[in-house]
């Protein structure tokens, strides 16, 4: 057979339209033979629905196998040299039975169990993560099972499936050997192999099958043992076909690693294949089998290509963004730009793709007036409310709500500047007392002068910075200060007058007067409002005397000064304080001397011609035992005249008893004395009496 070239490139990765999916792709054949039953596997960028997935190569409906929602086998009956346009799109109003027989010539995902021939019944049903799988038992090789192709097979021809061996799972036994047996009673093959070694290593080989009996031809030996505890894949190709010496190729790989080994062995020869064995010894497990043909230097290829992926702002079609892509399967470009929504785009030919994208933010641009321009910048939905709050110490908070219809949007917000009130309790500095209280309001930290001020006390200026409602207290000193003065008569101890003044505040020396006073000086210091007292001492005074002058023309001396008197009579003189002698004289008066104090009024008479010595009225003694003293003395004289008129009685009586003298002498007498001693005590009073 000649050689044959196919390539499989995907041009278009998805056009997803109600539910609709499509995929195209080139499958080139670059051989110069047209291939027979051609078999590939395309894996799509996403998944499907089995039923609904259709195969279309040059616009003719092919056989396809949907193994699970990704892959895709397709079955090409006549592969003609040159580039074919392939199409895997879906339908969701048909519903296609997915059967593998129309593709391969064997299939086999074990969720139903038919066909199985076990040998020592050693392989059966199960489910492993899941998933429905075969388990090979822990017997021995040869022991396991096999089943019939769909169709019998020539080479070449490919073997592949999935395969699981847990860890640890037997030494003795440890290979997974799975292949193809001929229709000969001993059943004669080939297939792959793998023995999982107890050092962690693994032997990849070939498996010879003559009678049932296995035979290894190493491939490789000691590759690390990824291959345990994980599903991993494997295909077996025979790529010789009744020659003397065969090729087999074994591909082992997972997500982790992958092998490629290839040996000839030209010993023994089975041209036609119709059974599907696995042996080997002790439990692993098998997902699925496949069998297609193969041909010789056949791949799948895909081709780089570039495409150009341009973002236009939706509204204004401006451009965003422009980017470049270079890819071989169709790709998702996801255009990411700022302030925008996140558009998708599958790039799966070279040209232009142009995308809209929408805005998605927009911004809000404050310009805050405070002290200072302050500048600050908000984000929202485009086409969206913002409520935005904006605060700053010492201002008072503003709310505003802006429409974001604009890109950007700028607006001017000015900030009022809180004011706080200031409580100021006046206080006197010197007793301590409230004067008043005052308010006053200054801005928020703003620097502010005020000057207090009170009747009668000096001005204080004080400085402040308001940051919140506050009281606070100030001294302030009285200047003018009332001062009351109250003066008292020192002798008699009454207030004389109530003296109010206002003084400065500091030293004074003040000269109380008062008319009859001597004046006082007083020294006091006026710091706060006081009184003091001032003790004045009488300098002269009025004092009246009341004379009687029984004959004549009396006069009264004082200080200097005389007065006339007759009879009865009132003087007032202005006596000094100490008093002084008032002298009272005249032509049928004796000359009388008193002495008088301060103030007063004196009563006395003057006597005509006694002569018993001067009378001395003191200050202190009362004017009733003044004319009291003086009567004391008249009465011893009217006792003496008394005595002296009964004496010359007695001595009558006496000269009659003595016979001396008559009777009527003696009544004589008597006559005679008591109208003598009347009329003698009658001129005693009359020169006494007041």
Same mark, same amino acid.
């Given at each position: ?496 007058? !109530? %003296?109010?003044? &206002?003084?400065? #505040? $500091?030293?004074?020396?003040? =000269? @109380? ?5 001597? /004046?006082? *000086? ?47 009579? !009132? %003087?007032?003189? &202005?006596?000094? #304080? $100490?008093?002084?002698?008032? =002298? @009272? ?5 004796? /000359?009388? *001397? ?61 000269? @009659? ?7 009527? *002498? ?25």
């Amino acid at each position: 057979m000649g050689s044959y070239h196919v390539v499989l490139i995907l041009i278009i990765a998805a056009i997803v339209s109600h539910q609709v999916l499509a995929w195209e792709y080139e499958l080139v054949n670059s051989n110069q033979a047209t291939l027979k039953d051609y078999v590939t596997k395309v894996v799509l960028p996403t998944t499907v629905v089995p039923e609904q997935v259709i195969a279309v190569l040059d616009g003719t409906t092919i056989p396809r196998f949907v193994q699970d929602s990704r892959t895709v086998w397709i079955k090409v009956s006549s592969l003609a040299p040159g580039t074919h346009t392939l199409t895997i799109r879906t339908d969701p109003t048909v519903s296609i039975q997915n059967n593998p027989t129309t593709v391969l010539i064997f299939y086999d995902d074990f969720r139903t169990w038919s066909g199985w021939v076990q040998l020592s019944g050693s392989v059966y049903r199960t489910v492993i993560g899941g998933e429905p799988a075969m388990c090979k038992d822990s017997l021995c090789d040869p022991n396991g099972g096999v089943k019939r192709l769909f169709t019998p097979v020539s080479y070449p021809v490919v073997v592949e499936g999935g395969v699981w061996r847990n860890y640890g799972a037997g030494y003795d036994c440890p290979c997974d050997r799975i292949g193809l047996l001929d229709n000969t009673v001993g059943r004669h093959g080939y297939g792959y192999g793998i023995c999982h070694r107890s050092n962690g290593g693994i032997n990849v080989f070939v498996d010879v099958r003559t009678g049932w009996s296995a035979r290894q031809y190493e491939i490789t030996s000691s590759i690390r043992d990824y291959y345990t505890n994980s599903w991993y894949t494997f295909t077996f190709i025979i790529t010789s076909s009744a020659r003397l010496f065969d090729k087999y190729v074994v591909i082992v790989g997972n997500a982790k690693s992958s092998y490629t080994g290839t040996i000839g062995q030209g010993s023994y020869i089975y041209p036609t294949l119709s059974y599907i064995y696995v042996f080997g010894g002790r439990p692993y497990f098998v997902r699925y089998l496949a069998v297609y043909r193969y041909y010789p230097s056949v791949y799948v290829g895909t081709v780089t290509k570039t495409a150009t992926i341009v973002g236009i702002d939706a509204k204004y079609s401006t451009l965003l963004t422009d980017t470049t892509v270079t890819f071989t399967n169709p790709t998702t470009v996801t255009l990411s730009v700022k302030d925008y929504k996140p558009e998708t785009v599958v790039a799966s030919s070279e040209g232009t793709y142009t995308v809209e994208l929408v805005r998605s933010v927009a911004y809000l641009v404050l310009i805050i007036e405070h002290t200072t321009s302050e500048v600050r910048t908000y984000s929202g939905d485009y086409m969206g409310t913002l409520v935005v709050t904006l605060s700053k110490e010492g201002f008072y908070p503003v709310t505003r709500t802006y429409s974001l219809t604009k890109y950007t949007l700028t607006d001017t917000v000015p900030l009022t500047r809180k004011t706080y009130q200031l409580v100021v309790i006046l206080t006197d500095v010197d007793v301590k007392t409230t004067i008043s209280k005052t308010t006053a309001r200054a801005p928020h930290s703003v620097v502010k002068t005020i000057t207090l001020s009170a009747p009668s006390y000096a001005p204080e200026t004080i400085t402040v910075v308001m940051t919140a409602p506050s009281t606070t207290t100030v001294g302030l000193t009285k200047t003018l200060i009332d001062y009351e003065v109250i003066v008292v008569d020192y002798d008699e101890g009454s207030i004389v007058k !109530t %003296v109010r003044t &206002t003084l400065s #505040r $500091g030293t004074h020396t003040l =000269v @109380v007067s008062e008319p009859s006073y001597s /004046p006082a *000086t007083l020294e006091l210091t006026a710091t706060a409002d006081s009184h003091t007292t001032v003790t004045l001492t009488k300098s002269i005074t009025t004092v009246v005397i009341k004379i009687t002058v029984p004959r004549g023309v009396g006069v009264l001396y004082y200080s200097g000064e005389s007065y006339s008197i007759t009879g009865e009579g !009132t %003087v007032t003189i &202005t006596v000094e #304080r $100490g008093g002084g002698e008032v =002298v @009272v004289d005249g032509d049928y008066v004796y /000359p009388t *001397t008193v002495r008088v104090g301060f103030g007063g009024t004196y009563t006395l008479s003057v006597a005509e011609g006694v002569k018993f010595g001067v009378v001395t009225v003191k200050e202190e003694t009362p004017i009733e035992e003044v004319t009291g003293f003086l009567y004391r003395g008249l009465s011893v004289v009217k006792l003496f005249v008394i005595a002296v008129v009964v004496g010359w009685v007695f001595a009558g009586v006496a000269g @009659v008893v003595a016979g001396k003298a008559e009777g009527r *002498t003696v009544v004589r007498r008597v006559l005679l004395g008591f109208l003598l001693a009347v009329l003698l005590l009658k001129l005693i009073d009359f020169i006494v009496a007041p």
